[in-house]
Structure formats: structure tokens, C-alpha cells
């Protein structure tokens, strides 16, 4: 009995990742971002009540475009939040990256949830769904 319930132990500390232990100092982690469609993106834009942020490479835009208006991070995963996203954190932000096989914006989102932004949803079908939606994209800029 006492070798079963010590693989069980091993078992599941294997089973789980340490990050599921992990917090963020207050007791719990940070809540995931909420997810948007193409159709809600469309219409939170058209009342002009959402910041749209690409969390893609700077290839892909050249590549495939940006959906407009788009703040354009340095990286998904080491961007400065208050420098690349501005100081106000209740305004709703929805992060893209390329398609639903694409992780950057989960992890941008998330950057931004742990830096203190309250209104946080990723675009799941990411720019290709944008696309294919027949929605405009534009020629980004480059960065400066």
C-alpha cells in the first residue's frame, strides 16, 4: 500500500506542470483573456471601442499585412506593456497573431493581464481568419 501511494505521488507531480503551482504573489494567477470573433472585432471597431494589437513578426506583416489601426509589439513575449500599449489600462485590447496555430497572442494577452490591463481578449482565428472573413487589412509601417 505504502508503494502504491508513493507512485501515486510521483506520479502526479509528474502529471502536473510546476507553472499550474505558480502565482502571481496575491494567491492566484492571472485570469486568462477572453476570446473574440472576427464579427465582434469587426463591430468593437466600427464603434471605435477597442485597440487591436499584433503580437506577429515584423516578415509576416510585411508579408500578409495588419489589421488597421493595430498597435504593431516589438515581440510577444518581452514587449513593455505601459511603453507599447499607453498608460491606460481599462481600454479594451484584443490581441491577433497569424491563425489559430499560433501562440503569440495567448502570450501577449497574457504579458498585458499581468501588467495590470483589465479589458483583455485574443482574436483566436488570428490574421488568416481576419482575412478570410473579408475584412481590410492594410501595409504596416515600420517600426521606428
Not at 13 to 30: I, T, Y
Not at 42 to 53: E, F, G, I, M, Y
Not at 83 to 98: H, I, N, R, W
Not at 130 to 140: D, H
Amino acid at each position: 500500500m505504502k508503494q502504491t501511494l508513493v507512485s501515486f505521488a510521483v506520479a502526479l507531480s509528474l502529471a502536473v506542470p510546476a507553472a499550474a503551482f505558480a502565482c502571481d504573489g496575491e494567491g492566484h494567477a492571472a485570469a486568462a483573456p477572453k476570446k473574440v470573433t472576427v464579427s465582434e472585432l469587426a463591430k468593437l471597431q466600427a464603434a471605435k471601442t477597442v485597440r487591436t494589437v499584433d503580437a506577429n513578426s515584423d516578415d509576416f506583416r510585411a508579408k500578409n499585412g495588419v489589421i488597421p489601426g493595430s498597435i504593431l509589439l516589438t515581440s510577444s513575449s518581452s514587449f513593455v506593456p505601459e511603453k507599447e500599449l499607453g498608460a491606460d489600462k481599462t481600454q479594451k485590447l484584443v490581441f491577433y497573431c497569424a491563425s489559430t496555430m499560433c501562440g503569440a497572442s495567448h502570450m501577449a494577452a497574457a504579458r498585458a493581464l499581468e501588467a495590470g490591463y483589465a479589458d483583455v481578449a485574443v482574436l483566436p482565428d488570428g490574421l488568416t481568419g481576419w482575412k478570410k472573413a473579408g475584412q481590410k487589412t492594410v501595409t504596416p509601417k515600420p517600426n521606428s
